[in-house]
């Protein structure tokens, strides 16, 4: 089956740094999407990418799909402590009956005041 | 507007004992999802229901049955519960028209097997 490589596993940086993670995946995928878990929650969709080259902005946040569409990526600039949680890449190829997402393993964030 | 709501948030059982993890949606959404998220591992897919009166097997179903009792409600029984089932449940729901716009999902349930 498909499988996503998100990385790195988990990042520790001061309030105010860039933070910049990505997927890459063996398969080609149609649309990404990412998604921030805050503790103690579900995910939460953060961005969503439809075409290949697509560079989106939700405030500090940016994510970009891959032109060879088997790679995203997700810059946060000037972090701040809400920031923290686990982020979430996410593949999908839409057509016909098959609706199932593809999850990475996570990007878990810390962010020192 | 709700969106998607688990019941119980937190349980813990006793090995052996049954369980059923309620799931319901407002959004009128055609297709759900049960995940389970262990550390380290991610999130994995348990069952899934693409539209009412269908059910499908994900990543993990082994010790898990589902029930899609209507087009808002998506059950997941476990019943001989296990430790290795002690985990955070999570429902999701999807649209399968219209601009794609991944899962919504619940807050989820905290489940300790003891």
């Known amino acids: 089956g498909q499988q996503l490589n998100q990385s790195p596993q988990s990042m520790f940086i001061q309030e105010g740094e860039d933070v910049s993670m990505n997927c890459t995946s063996s398969s080609i995928f149609n649309t990404w999407l990412w998604y921030k878990q805050d503790p103690g929650e579900g995910p939460v969709l953060l961005i969503a990418?439809?075409?290949?080259?697509e560079l989106t902005s939700n405030g500090r946040l940016t994510a970009q799909f891959g032109i060879t569409r088997k790679d995203s990526f997700l810059n946060i600039s000037a972090s701040i402590p809400s920031d923290v949680g686990i982020y979430f890449c996410?593949?999908?190829?839409?057509?016909?009956?098959?609706?199932?997402?593809?999850f990475g393993k996570g990007t878990l964030l810390t962010v020192n005041p | 507007n709700a969106g998607v709501t688990q019941t119980p948030k937190f349980q813990v059982l006793k090995t052996g004992q049954s369980m059923t993890l309620q799931c319901a949606q407002d959004m009128n959404h055609n297709s759900m999802y049960w995940y389970r998220q262990d550390p380290g591992m991610g999130l994995r897919l348990i069952y899934y229901s693409a539209s009412e009166g269908t059910t499908d097997k994900g990543e993990v179903p082994n010790g898990y049955n589902v029930s899609r009792l209507n087009k808002r409600e998506f059950s997941l029984r476990l019943e001989s519960a296990a430790p290795s089932q002690t985990s955070v449940y999570f429902c999701a729901s999807s649209a399968r028209t219209g601009p794609v716009r991944g899962y919504t999902f619940g807050s989820g349930t905290r489940l300790t097997v003891v």
């Open positions: 990418l439809y075409k290949a080259g």
């Open positions: 996410a593949g999908l190829n839409s057509g016909g009956s098959n609706y199932k997402l593809t």
